[in-house]
């Protein structure tokens, strides 16, 4: 049986007394992939913020596992661990090598054994084909390969949810396809859930179990992934795919 991890009910997400998201519904079972595509300005990274903990929410429930999280992201320092997040930019520590900045939060916050932890940083950064750039800086590194070592170090928390926000959309077209390999086999051989915006359509279209189609600060479809490009059921996610020169 399908084992859910997450699961959003009517929430309503407020930046003042404007609102930025509109009763949002939708769950994602364990090794899913959840895409969330739309328009600029739409809501996407405000989403994952908030299910990140990195924004409150006023009303509407998300559960993890089955269990309600507090709505006041203070609480949630446990919960975090378990999401593991990577951005548009790559807040990777600019003082601290690579291996350093792997090794941080599941030794400091999680307090696991560094030998253990830095032999399986070790083995991420081989799967990145970065294990040579271990000891140097972030400043010493592309955008890609930074990218590429936000992601590890997010999974050396092992995660049971990544969200990735936009994260080769700042990137030189080169280094997008290394990064998006990465995400894909992250899905093909790991089966971790994950939940992406993205503006890569062909890869969305690839990686898509579910597709969230926002506009507005509100889901207009929510569809299986192929479906969704084959046959979008509303006119504004049509008119979004044709703007999208794929
Ligand atoms: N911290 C904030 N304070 C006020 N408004 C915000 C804030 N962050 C985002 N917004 C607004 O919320 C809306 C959705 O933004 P965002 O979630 O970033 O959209 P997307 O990621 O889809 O481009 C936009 O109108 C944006 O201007
Ligand atoms: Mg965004």
Redesign the pocket.
């Known amino acids: 049986m399908a084992e859910e991890i997450l699961k959003v009910e009517h929430l309503n997400k407020f930046?003042?007394d404007?609102q930025?998201?509109h009763d949002i519904n939708f769950s994602i079972n364990k090794g899913e992939v959840v895409t969330?595509l739309?328009?600029?300005?739409?809501?996407?990274?405000?989403?994952?913020?908030t299910l990140n903990g990195l924004?409150p929410f006023k009303d509407g429930r998300i559960y993890f596992h089955g269990k309600q999280v507090d709505p006041n992201p203070k609480t949630w320092q446990d919960l975090r661990q378990k999401i593991g997040m990577v951005f548009q930019s790559y807040d990777l520590f600019p003082n601290l090598t690579v291996l350093d900045n792997i090794l941080l939060a599941p030794v400091k916050v999680q307090g696991r054994d560094k030998a253990a932890v830095q032999k399986e940083a070790l083995e991420l950064l081989d799967r990145v084909e970065l294990r040579n750039h271990a000891d140097a800086y972030p400043r010493e590194l592309s955008g890609g390969q930074k990218q590429r070592i936000a992601i590890v170090r997010a999974l050396a928390m092992h995660p049971e949810l990544m969200l990735f926000?936009?994260v080769t959309a700042s990137l030189d077209p080169e280094m997008v396809r290394g990064v998006l390999k990465i995400i894909k086999e992250l899905s093909d051989q790991d089966h971790m859930t994950m939940i992406i915006?993205t503006h890569e359509m062909n890869f969305a279209a690839k990686i898509a179990d579910q597709v969230l189609f926002?506009e507005n600060?509100r889901i207009l479809e929510e569809t299986p992934g192929q479906q969704f490009f084959d046959h979008p059921q509303t006119d504004r996610a049509t008119e979004f795919l044709n703007s999208m020169d794929f």
Do not use: F, H
């Not at 739309?38 to 913020?49: A, D, F």
């Open positions: 930046y003042g404007w930025a998201l969330l739309g328009p600029s300005g739409s809501g996407k990274s405000t989403l994952i913020r924004e926000d936009e915006v926002l600060g």
